[in-house]
């Protein structure tokens, strides 16, 4: 929260040099201070513009840690990822994205705030075999049940 940006990059760093995987990195590193960030937001003890530098720095260090997501070594599963409309919370799905990435996926992330029909549009382009949807707040679930409602009707893979 102090945006110490060399400080926390070094931290993950000795962690993945500990034999840490990017995985264990993001569930036990990045997932968890992320839950901490939102609870002490929630609970008014940070104010959004504190919330948006810890976020920040997250996504820089999700960023510099790319070139371990990338393989090789490919599978024939494509998956398309993104936030539904209104949802600018983008660092959780990003970080299933790289793991999609990480297990050689074809992934295709739309990113935050993506309007419903362009959600259902491009999947019925691509065809994947998956299709990860994220929010972060509850009066968003209405949008995404009409995702689920409206994505029924064409096949993927």
């Known amino acids: 929260m102090a945006g110490d940006y060399t400080f926390c990059s070094q931290f993950v760093q000795k962690h993945l040099d500990d034999n ?3 995985q264990k990195v993001y569930e036990e590193i990045l997932k968890r201070s992320l839950y901490t960030i ?25 960023n510099e840690f790319y070139p371990l997501v990338i393989t090789q070594e490919k599978t ?10 209104k949802e600018t919370h983008q660092i959780g799905i990003r970080m299933v994205n790289d793991i999609f990435e990480l297990h050689g996926w074809q992934t295709h992330f739309l990113g ?12 019925q382009k691509v065809k994947p075999h998956l299709v990860a949807l994220s929010l972060s707040l509850y009066s968003h679930l209405n ?11 064409f096949k993927g893979k």
């Not at 935050?112 to 999947?123: E, Q, S």
């Open 143 to 153: 949008q995404l049940e009409e995702i689920f409602v409206l994505g029924r009707f």
């Open 76 to 85: 024939h599963k494509s998956v398309v990822l993104a936030c539904i409309e």
């Open 112 to 123: 935050a705030n993506t309007p419903k029909n362009d959600i259902l549009l491009y999947t």
């Open 20 to 22: 840490f995987t990017l």
């Open 38 to 62: 939102g609870e002490l937001w929630e609970a008014n003890k940070i104010s959004v513009a504190t919330e948006h530098l810890a976020s920040s720095l997250v996504e820089t260090i999700i």
